[in-house]
């Protein structure tokens, strides 16, 4: 079936360091790919998405690149703030489909 | 342009006893999707509606049961609450288009005691 495998948090950075949280994806179809944010208390909120090979999403300075060759959807960004301190959680959908399959969530501490 | 509307944000219940949540869409949003998260399971889709039918469906047992009205507002049941169904509820929605956007709510916290 399909599904989602994260990098295993939990994840703890200086403010200012570069980031990375791995996503790899084994689906049937062609899926467009998502990563979403949670913070304390809260709803997921959409931070970028991408709905075909070599597309790359961005958002807040965060950044990932469909790669169908290697199944993957890994976020970036050069530069961690404080304030993006939440969990992270990479998502797929089937194409056509409105039912999202989650990875297990990347915490990600900034330490100021 | 509200958002994805969930009530009631908490709520505690014994053992046993039922509950049921309720969701707003997006204004213009057709279908609405349910989400149990817990800390051992993550993120599972319980079921989706659109157009006041089910079109999707997750893994779980036939206590978990839902509903969509004809303005696409969206209401949860949970019959014989066990305290494993202890959980944020998480509702969600979109146009029901494919490759369109999934837009979250605030979620409802469930206690079962």
């Known amino acids: ?112 | 342009k509200a958002g994805v509307t969930q009530t009631p944000r908490y709520l505690i219940k014994t053992r046993g006893q039922q509950v049921t949540l309720s969701c707003s869409p997006i204004s213009g949003h057709r279908s609405v999707s349910w989400y149990q998260q817990t800390p051992g399971q993550g993120l599972q889709f319980l079921f989706e509606y659109f157009s006041e039918t089910q079109r999707n469906k997750g893994n779980f047992p036939g206590r978990f049961s839902g509903r969509q009205f004809s303005n696409s507002r969206s209401e949860m049941n949970v019959s014989t609450l066990e305290l494993g169904d202890s959980a944020l509820y998480l509702c969600a929605s979109s146009t029901g288009l494919g490759g369109n956007t999934i837009y979250f709510g605030e979620g409802s916290w469930l206690t079962v005691v």
């Open chain 1, 1 to 112: 079936g399909d599904s989602v495998t994260q990098m295993e948090g939990p994840v703890t950075l200086s403010e200012e360091a570069f980031l990375t949280i791995n996503c790899t994806y084994t689906a049937t179809g062609y899926p467009s790919l998502f990563w979403y944010v949670q913070y304390p208390g809260e709803g997921l909120q959409l931070l970028l998405k991408a709905t075909k090979a070599d597309d790359k999403g961005s958002n807040k300075g965060f950044e990932a690149t469909y790669r169908k060759e290697t199944t993957s959807f890994h976020l970036e960004k050069g530069s961690v703030q404080v304030s993006d301190s939440a969990v992270y959680f990479c998502a797929l959908a089937i194409q056509g489909a409105q039912k999202l399959v989650f990875g297990q969530g990347t915490r990600l501490t900034i330490n100021p």
